[in-house]
């Protein structure tokens, strides 16, 4: 069995070599501070807010469903490629493996969520990707949980699909913001969550869908780049009916409710930076 694993680790190592990787530490504020700062940020925005450090949910239960039991442990965001290799013209070269991934985060065998673009390489599509994903290490074998979400072209609606239907690799593309622990249980600040809105650069290839709740979105952010070129924010969601996509915006403002479980990341590693860049499309 650890042969196999072995064998695969070389596999999957050849495609980042080319791809650079940059580090930066963030501040680590305590739990306790930040939810505080939180609680008082959020009523903004909330009719009703409460902000505390609770232990983190059991993940491995309904909704999430995922493969581990917390988000905890070591936690870390990836940002891979960016939204210039996607757009104005798709760059067909991008293309990323997730176990790859985690060996440059430092992080061999890391448990992965967040919002992407899907592996186009083995899906031949363009779809939207909501990674959720425990990479490969010596004591585990690799899991890909991650849902696809593509335009139907039958009916112009969309499906929302398990990867792992379709394919068996661990692969993604274009572009990712990904959040990597080592999927412990542990505490993380509960908070009604504040969506960025968008400027409204709303462009035409776009499908917009209004959606059903409950969903189980996985959001990564930062509150400041520090000179990288971030995405700043991207959310990806899935359901259990169906539905899911790219978060844009909530339609119900007066009703929606947000039940958030977030941990404070220690490091960031961007991974194959694009090196011509532009400001469109990072809604
Ligand atoms: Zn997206």
């Known amino acids: 069995m650890i042969r196999e694993l072995a064998a695969d680790t070389e596999a ?28 008082n940020e959020l009523k903004n925005n909330f009719a009703d807010v409460q902000v505390s450090v609770v232990d983190c949910p059991d993940l491995s239960k309904e909704p999430y469903t995922f493969p581990v039991k917390g988000i905890c442990g070591k936690p870390r965001i990836a940002e891979v490629g960016g939204v210039p290799y996607l757009m104005p013209l798709v760059n067909q070269e991008k293309v990323y493996d997730m176990n790859t991934v985690a060996k440059q985060i430092d992080l ?29 290490s010596d004591h585990k074998p690799a899991m890909n949980g991650s849902y696809f979400a593509q335009i139907n072209p039958a009916d112009g609606g969309y499906l929302l699909e398990k990867y792992s239907g379709k394919c068996n690799d661990f692969g993604f593309a274009l ?47 930062v509150s400041r780049d520090p000179g990288f070129d971030l995405q700043l924010e991207h959310t990806h969601c899935f359901s259990h009916h169906g539905e899911g996509g790219h978060y844009h915006y909530d339609t119900t ?27 469109f499309g990072r809604d």
């Open 108 to 136: 061999p065998g890391a448990f992965i969520i967040g919002a992407g673009e899907s592996p186009f390489q083995t899906l031949g599509i363009n779809a939207e990707f909501k990674p959720i994903v425990q990479t490969q």
């Open 253 to 279: 403002p007066d009703t929606v409710e947000y039940l958030g479980y977030f941990l404070p990341a220690e490091v960031l590693y961007q991974i194959d930076k694009p090196k011509d860049t532009h400001t």
């Open 175 to 221: 572009l990712a913001n990904l959040f990597a622990s080592e999927g412990q249980p542990g505490k993380p600040p509960e908070f009604s969550s504040c969506p960025l809105n968008s400027d409204e650069d709303v462009n035409n290839w776009l499908h917009f869908f209004e959606i059903k709740a409950p969903l189980v979105c996985q959001p990564v952010f």
């Open 12 to 39: 999957t190592a050849e495609i980042p070599k080319m791809a650079s990787v940059e580090k930066f530490p963030f501040h680590v504020p305590h739990l306790e501070e930040l939810a505080g700062v939180l609680q």
